[in-house]
């Protein structure tokens, strides 16, 4: 396949077809109405197809959306849950652009903590009035809950936080993890619930445990009321840290690190942090959050091993009253952002140092994707309060969307040798009609259309320049004659990479009776494996001409298009343009040719038509 792009490219670059033609003049263009609406649509379609002269075609797009759209793009959307009380909890897969309330208990049950100790698979923990809960959470391949279980609970009092190793970790160590718990308990376990084992703190704390941070098995902290901090020292012991007496009766809510550098935050606008995390002895200090208010969490995502997703010494904490400070000096200074909401929030997560959420009361969750300087309001479809959340990092799928138009047309067969995957252009094997699909690959990434711009796509770039003058329209021409019988994304599960595999280079001409249809294609798959978990095709905007209407044994036959009704034959010189005050139909089965497009002798690349639909 390199091979193929490789002369592919090089055939580009060189130029090789050329043809000659009788010249085409249009009239200068008139200044029709902006038009506005959700996708790319077909504007207008030039065509001498093979019998008549010389073969010779011009497709035009038009980009009616308040944005540039690219030909290609690619999406790395964050996956998340968030739990909390009356048994519910609120799910995502695509940054919170929808989110789907989750019913996990009964309505007695309210939930504190969340981890994602797989990919798939969240543990939970709680407390219903009598019993700590621990719940596991299976998800499907496209996020929708399947599974809740019943998980072994090592205790009767509330169980506040969890805690497993990073589920990204290349170790076995998905199966060992803490909790904590009111009066004073931490649990551990190193078989993935099955067992737990009380730890021992010295001296023993009957404070309540409300947060947790597990750096790494060596550096694990937890901290709760009346000033508690604990730090895991050894393999079998615990014990609280000393802290200024300023925070003798704070209660900490959060807890959270960046490398040896942490902050425990609570009562009263309370931070104390550390930049000696790593010591045996480490020294903690109050740092000035410059607000009074109730503090609930916080979140840093720096570490040596995510270094390329977040800014170093960059860190949230959220709290009452929509209450959310940023600081990007590792706690020297504090600033406050405007949260857009009043509600408390309880919890706070990024998955890089621009996109992050904050989860709060009464079903809240609010995005950011700027780093917090701009934050709005997500639909949770939840009216829960929500305390824990957690997003996977980093993320574990890719969205990758591409435009291509598919074409009923000769097509000029070059030889391909299916070994070597090379290409000569100067041999033709055979002609025969069929489906041709083009995509933009080389001019079109990085690129895109722009607002109230136009694409041409044709199949020889001298006869387009020589015969005919562009309107005065934003115009990205795309001198392309090679289609391809087939386009497909392939997986390499060796290399953790998905790649466009186009199948047979043709040149194409578009013949004088035949379809032309915008397709919209779009691939979710695994950065893991290579593995495409969904492929979705959408026909977008078609237009059909020469009378042309095809049979349900046809290969361009769609029962979603059979009300379609064609244009007659293009006479030579002319083309087929959209009216000006039109941008399609709504549904597949009210689009038609005829009703959407006209005849007109002054075809106008790069601009709007000169007439309106009556």
Known sequence: MKSLFSNLLYWLIAGVLFYSGCELVTKE??????????????NELYTLSPDKYYAFTWIELFNPVKRTVPWFSATFPAGGVSVGSSGAGVRTEDDGALWSALNIGNSNEEYHGITMQYTDTALVVGYDGTQGIVRRLTFDSVGTLAAVQNVLSPTTRSINAISFRSMTDP??????????????QIFRTTNSCQSWQLQNVVPATTKNLHSLALVDFTHIWVCGDSGTVIKRTSASAWTPQTLPEIFATTNFYGIFFSDDTGWAVGENGAIAHTRSGGATAPIWLPESSGVSTTLRGGFSGYTTTTQAYFKRGRAWVCGDGGLIIRTDDNGRH?????????????????TDSLR????GDNGTVINTTDGGERWRSQTSNSTANLFGGVFIFPPTTAI?????????????????????GLVNFDFIVRTDTGIVHFVNFFNGLGRGIPQSGFAIINNDSTKFKDHFKLGPGSSDIVNFSIGFDSISLVTNTEFRTVTFNPVNPVLWSLLSSGEVRLVKNSGQFELGTGKIVRFTTKVLDEIRYGNYKPAPSDPFYDPNYVNDDPLGPIPDGWSIARYANDLGSPTPAEHSTRKSFYMTNSPIPGWFSQEERK
């Open 356 to 359: 992050g959420w904050a989860f």
């Open 29 to 42: 263009p008139e200044f029709p109405t902006r038009r506005s609406g959700d996708d790319l649509i077909l």
């Open 334 to 350: 504090w600033y406050r952002q405007s949260s857009n909401t009043s509600s408390k929030l309880n919890s706070i997560v990024f």
């Open 171 to 184: 170790t076995a160590t998905s199966k060992a993890g803490y909790i904590a718990c009111d009066r004073g």
């Open 400 to 420: 990758l969307n591409y435009y291509q138009l598919s074409m009923l047309a000769q097509k000029k067969h070059f030889f391909f040798d299916p070994v070597t």
